[in-house]
């Protein structure tokens, strides 16, 4: 073993060695916490001075209330989950919350900022009580099965009860553009059935699929979620599920070249497949540009402006430039981006509005270490991952929405997956010799 991992990995197995117990309902709980957070929708602050009680927000608060119950749990009970807390960059990750917690109070909306912040602390410290006490994996397939629960939802609201499934997006000459939202808007939509795909691509690469239940349960759900992906009309998440999936299992697609070209070729010919559903009738098939199919309105200029995202950031900018230290706080974007689409449509400048450009300098810094790491360190599923998130957040928020979910979620346990896989991994160095015994 390396002197680097044994430095960076004294505190926490010698805290784990010390503190692993036996699992208890409250570490179920806080699966299923995680997997009802990814699971349900994200609720949007509308533009107005207080929050808007609905159904769905209701439902939203009680998960965030029991995931907060078992978050102080775990931190009460478990030292080994406060030794994972301060470790970099999970403490990293839970500073820049600090700073949007801090920028809710000087807010123009305090409470919907405070709630908003709130409920990214609370889905960190879920994310990281349950990796810690369950194991990476196990949390990473409690998100697994609430975003496949919630695309599998989407394609029911789609199909029998369009008017809560289909969304219709304005184009010019007053035209709309049919998009799947199912269970949320489309770009979530997107984005979930994007990472989906992702995670079983992953536990593809890691051979956590039997054949068995690659054949009955991993493929139909490809077929469902590259559909769910190519309905929705999401182009960023479609690219940056591609290049995601390129870049973090470059070296699985390169080796078992049989079984990948198999897989490989099945899951483009669906994704190509259901393009050509969703973006052709037939008859004018042979008239279509190819600019047509790439975009909404059939129009070039919409490719050229990023669906208008140069003016969105544009006046986003200025609007960071006059309070550039804290920020707007959470939430707040759909007030002041109200006249062009409500979101900053750019990670990085979604947090600088939020809570400031410190707060953006932690992200930035956060992912550049991720990129550090898959350089020095390649590991399959954090680098999957993190390239998604990455991608995808040049042209949408993508983590720390109005109300945290499942991409925040999945933003911790990316940037603490090696710590626990280390830790994990001494875990069962330190407890094999007992067991020789």
């Not at 990214?120 to 409690?142: D, E, F, I, Q």
């Not at 269970?183 to 992702?198: D, E, K, R, V, Y």
Request: glycine share 10%; charged share 15%.
């Amino acid at each position: 073993m390396s002197s680097k991992a044994v430095s960076t990995g004294t505190l926490l197995t010698q805290t784990s060695a010390r503190t692993v117990s036996a699992t208890t309902w409250m570490d179920y709980a806080g699966w299923i916490s995680l997997c009802l957070m990814a699971l349900v929708p994200l609720v949007d602050f509308e533009a107005s001075e207080e929050i808007r009680v609905s159904k769905q927000l209701l439902v939203k608060l009680a998960i965030l209330g029991c995931s907060g119950v078992y978050c102080l749990w775990v931190l009460m009970h478990s030292s080994r989950v406060r030794s994972m807390a301060i470790v970099f960059p999970p403490v990293a990750l839970l500073g820049l919350i600090g700073l949007l917690v801090l920028a809710a109070f000087q807010s123009p909306i305090p409470r919907e900022a405070l709630v908003s912040a709130g409920s990214a602390l609370v889905v960190c410290g879920l994310t990281l009580g349950v990796a810690t006490r369950l194991g990476a994996w196990s949390a990473l397939y409690a998100i697994f099965a609430g975003q496949g629960l919630f695309v599998l939802g989407s394609w029911i609201a789609y199909l029998f009860v369009p008017s809560i499934g289909v969304f219709l997006e304005p184009i010019p000459d007053g035209e709309f553009f049919e998009r799947m939202g199912g269970l949320a808007h489309p770009n979530t939509l997107g984005q979930l059935s994007a990472f989906c795909i992702l995670f079983t691509l992953i536990l593809a690469a890691e051979g956590k699929w039997s054949r068995k239940t690659w054949r009955y349960l991993a493929v139909p759900l490809l077929i469902i979620a590259a559909g769910a992906l190519v309905y929705s009309a999401s182009r960023s998440s479609l690219a940056a599920c591609g290049l995601a999936a390129l870049i973090g299992l470059r070296s699985w697609w390169f080796s078992g070249m049989r079984q990948v070209l198999i897989v490989g070729g099945f899951f483009l010919g669906v994704l190509t497949l259901f393009a050509l559903l969703a973006t052709t009738s037939g008859e004018d098939f042979l008239q279509r540009k190819i600019f047509t199919k790439l975009s909404k309105s059939g129009t070039a200029d919409e490719l050229a402006t990023g669906t208008g995202r140069d003016v969105i950031w544009s006046t986003t900018i200025k609007y960071i430039q006059e309070r550039p230290i804290l920020g707007y706080g959470c939430g707040i974007s759909k007030i002041l981006l109200r006249d062009t689409s409500g979101y900053a449509h750019n990670m990085v400048l979604h947090v600088a509005l939020s809570g400031g450009v410190f707060a953006a300098g932690f992200l930035v810094i956060l992912l550049l270490n991720g990129v550090m790491r898959f350089l020095t360190q390649p590991n399959w599923a954090a680098d999957t991952m993190l390239w998604f998130l990455i991608i995808n957040g040049l042209t949408e928020n993508v983590i720390f929405e109005n109300i945290a979910s499942g991409a925040t979620a999945i933003l911790m346990l990316t940037l603490a997956w090696r710590t626990l896989m280390r830790v994990e991994s001494e875990d069962v160095r330190r407890q094999a010799p007992l067991e020789n015994v």
